[in-house]
């Protein structure tokens, strides 16, 4: 599994990124105040300078998944329900299944198809299941899958967020990596 390095995406992002230290929460969490100023500036050809965006649309959904970083599902929404291609339904997927509504998650998930990102999201969540001790039954099927199931993952985090299951710690680091997997994915598909 690689790491995350924020300075990847150049110093707005970078910015934008920093001061969050910890992982986002599985339902709708609290608001990050203190981002809302840079998020609400953001300038996305700054942004991504010195690199042209290609695809504003993959642009956008960089911009959907910062407010969604910093818990701000609204505004996350209102972007990402206006990019019509999968990486658009994936990102308004993922603020759903936070908010919690999870069959509107499972309606944009449907919407998503099959994405680039779920053969190496699959391999990571294993690794992440396979390295957590005493992993509940229902949450074994991360190792054993042979393709990503979003609805799968869905369902744990509901049953996770319901008590009904002590699995809420492998839930959110999939989650983290699942953001940073679109993230990276948006980025490198706006400008390439």
């Avoid at 995350?4 to 001061?19: H, Q, R, T």
């Avoid at 929404?77 to 919690?100: A, C, D, K, L, N």
Wanted: charge should be negative; charged fraction near 20%.
């Amino acid at each position: 599994m690689s790491a995350f390095d924020i300075k990847a995406y150049g110093p707005v992002f970078k910015s934008l990124l920093e001061p969050r230290n910890n992982i986002m929460a599985l339902d709708s969490g609290i608001e990050n105040s203190s981002a809302r100023l840079g998020l609400e500036n953001l300038d996305l050809d700054k942004a991504f300078s010195p690199n042209i965006i290609i695809d504003r649309r993959m642009a956008e959904g960089c911009r959907s998944g910062l407010w969604l970083f910093h818990d701000f599902l609204t505004i996350s929404h209102t972007i990402s329900q206006t990019i019509e291609t999968p990486t658009g339904s994936y990102w308004h997927g993922i603020m759903h299944r936070r908010e919690p509504d999870y069959p509107n998650g499972k309606y944009w998930f449907d919407r998503v198809g099959e994405h680039a990102i779920y053969q190496v999201l699959k391999d990571e969540a294993s690794a992440i299941a396979t390295g957590t001790e005493n992993l509940p039954d229902e949450a074994a099927f991360l190792t054993t899958q042979t393709r990503w199931d979003p609805f799968a993952f869905i369902d744990l985090c509901e049953v996770s967020l319901s008590s009904k299951l002590p699995v809420a710690n492998v839930c959110l680091s999939i989650q983290q990596r699942e953001w940073e997997l679109l993230f990276e994915y948006s980025y490198r598909n706006a400008i390439s």
